[in-house]
Structure formats: structure tokens, C-alpha cells
């Protein structure tokens, strides 16, 4: 076992498009304010776009390249890419490819060898398909790291909220907090929304709130403040790279 220590965390959402990529770049902005070496992770991405220096690179990928402090080798941040920008297990069979969660451990781990704190994240909501028998829970699982929730406030956030916490809580993964995301401006009762997940998902997730990221026409990872509490809580899930 290798003495290094590395913080990791697994960061889902309760829908796709609730901005869990502009919450992974924050993270990683504020843990790159205490460690030298963070870098992102894409675990599987679907949708490929020319990257500018002759490959192929997913938008997401390339947001979390930009939000790092540690460059590594294409097949370690993104070890799965897929070129359709559809359902993972969808995109993998068009491409005539299979996801296997062994390989995107190891890919894992090998970053965790380089790197003080990695943020990695899911496709997708918590149980997006990854094949006919594979999901991203049970890629969380194999991780088996904290996992940061983001909730996008919308209509119909309460429910999706409600089963993701429940769903992580089922397979007994550690929950290191959620994120509300306010990607709906025009959003009614947005408080009382908030106030509703405040009471429930300390419960649920007995974890704390760790950003609130208001709607950025431009988004901006930076403009997002992590509190140091929920810093700390984050901190509290350090494991050691094999």
C-alpha cells in the first residue's frame, strides 16, 4: 500500500444537464486553494468534439483539463470516450465499443498515484446505463469513493433529489454533501424549494450543503464559494492510492 494520500470524490446528479461539470470545476478550484496537484476526471463521456491539437475530446473532459492543476495523459481523465451525445450504453454500442468499470478503476487509481485530490464525474444521472447490466451506481461503487450530490432546481428537483439520496444511501456509499445548482432562472418558489432540500437531504444524506451555484448566463467555476465547514467535510473522506 503506498503511503501517498488522495483526496477523491464521485460527484452525480439528479438529472443530466443540472451542472454537475461547473460543480467538479469548483471543486477543484477550491481544493487546488490547499493542494498543489487536483485534477478532474470524466469516467465516460459521450458527445466527442476536435480538441484543437488533432484528437477528439468531450466539452465536459476539456472544462475539467482547464479547472486542474495537473496535466495527465488523455486516457487516464477520460478513459472512455464515446463520439455520439446520447445515453452512455446507447453511445457504446453505436461505436461498437463495451464500458468496463475494472478499467476506469484503474485508470483511477493511477491518478490517484499522481495527484493530491481528484474529482470524478459521472455521466448523467446517478443510474444512467452504462451497459445492459451496468449503471453509474455500480461505477460509483467500484470507486468506492465520498459522493457529492448536485441537485438542479427545477421543477420536479424534490422527487429527483429525494430518490438519487436514497438510491446512494442504498448502496451504502459515503455521501460527502450535495450541491444546489440553479439552472431554471425563471424557476417558481425557488426558496421554498431550497428549504424543502435543506430539511431533507440532511437526513437523507446526513451530509452537509457544500455550494449553492446561482444561474450564470457565462458560467464561471470561480465565482462558485465553498464554505470552509463543508471543506472540511470533504477532507474527512481521504483515502490512501494503492
Same mark, same amino acid.
Given at each position: ?6 483526496? !477523491?470524490?464521485? =460527484?452525480?446528479?439528479? @438529472?443530466?444537464?443540472? #451542472?454537475?461539470? &461547473? %460543480?467538479?470545476?469548483?471543486? $477543484? ?95 448523467? !444521472?446517478?443510474? =444512467?446505463?452504462?451497459? @445492459?447490466?451496468?449503471? #453509474?451506481?455500480? &461505477? %460509483?461503487?467500484?470507486?468506492? $469513493? ?97
Amino acid at each position: 500500500m503506498n503511503a501517498h494520500r488522495t483526496i !477523491g470524490c464521485f =460527484v452525480t446528479g439528479t @438529472d443530466t444537464g443540472v #451542472g454537475k461539470t &461547473l %460543480a467538479s470545476c469548483g471543486l $477543484l478550484h477550491a481544493l487546488a486553494r490547499h493542494h498543489a496537484r487536483v485534477v478532474g476526471m470524466k469516467a465516460v463521456a459521450a458527445g466527442a468534439e476536435p480538441d484543437g491539437q488533432g484528437g477528439w475530446a468531450n466539452e465536459d473532459t476539456l472544462a475539467l483539463r482547464a479547472a486542474s492543476t495537473l496535466a495527465v495523459p488523455p486516457e487516464l481523465d477520460n478513459p472512455v470516450l464515446l463520439p455520439d451525445p446520447m445515453s452512455p450504453h446507447i453511445a457504446a454500442q453505436r461505436a461498437g465499443r463495451s464500458i468496463e468499470i475494472a478499467h476506469i478503476v484503474d485508470s483511477y487509481r493511477r491518478l490517484a498515484e499522481q495527484a493530491d485530490a481528484v474529482v470524478v464525474e459521472g455521466a448523467g !444521472g446517478f443510474l =444512467v446505463p452504462l451497459s @445492459d447490466q451496468l449503471s #453509474g451506481a455500480d &461505477l %460509483a461503487c467500484a470507486l468506492d $469513493l465520498p459522493v457529492v450530490m448536485v441537485v438542479g432546481l427545477r421543477l420536479g428537483c424534490l422527487n429527483h433529489a429525494a430518490l438519487t439520496a436514497e438510491a446512494i444511501r442504498a448502496r451504502g456509499l459515503r455521501p460527502a454533501g450535495w450541491i444546489a445548482s440553479r439552472v431554471d432562472p425563471a424557476m417558481l418558489v425557488p426558496e421554498e424549494n431550497m428549504a424543502w432540500l435543506r430539511q431533507h437531504l440532511d437526513r437523507q444524506l446526513q451530509a452537509p450543503l457544500l455550494a449553492d451555484i446561482p444561474f450564470q448566463q457565462h458560467p464561471d467555476p470561480r465565482a462558485t464559494t465553498y464554505t470552509p465547514v463543508s471543506y472540511t467535510h470533504l477532507r474527512a473522506h481521504e483515502t490512501k492510492a494503492n
